[in-house]
């Protein structure tokens, strides 16, 4: 199986076998979970109110700077 990954160009310790339309292919066994996260967490940032990129990132730094102002569960 090594052999096969090296010549497929897969890493990981788990490779799928995956049919689709009649054909078979494998890939990286994460792979299909990210696509899966990727479907279903499509349109919630719309939905929570986020219509750019730019201001989800603007809320993440937002996030960061408060966790990384409190200490021992109290403000500095």
Excluded: W
């Amino acid at each position: 199986m090594s052999q096969i990954k090296n010549e497929l160009i897969l890493s990981g310790d788990k490779v799928a076998m995956l049919e689709k339309n009649g054909q078979f292919y494998f890939e990286n066994s994460a792979m299909p979970a990210f696509s899966r996260a990727e479907e279903t967490f499509e349109g919630e940032a719309e939905k929570a109110g986020f219509h750019s990129e730019e201001a989800m990132q603007d809320y993440m730094k937002d996030i960061r700077k408060e966790v990384r102002g409190l200490v021992c569960g109290y403000t500095r």
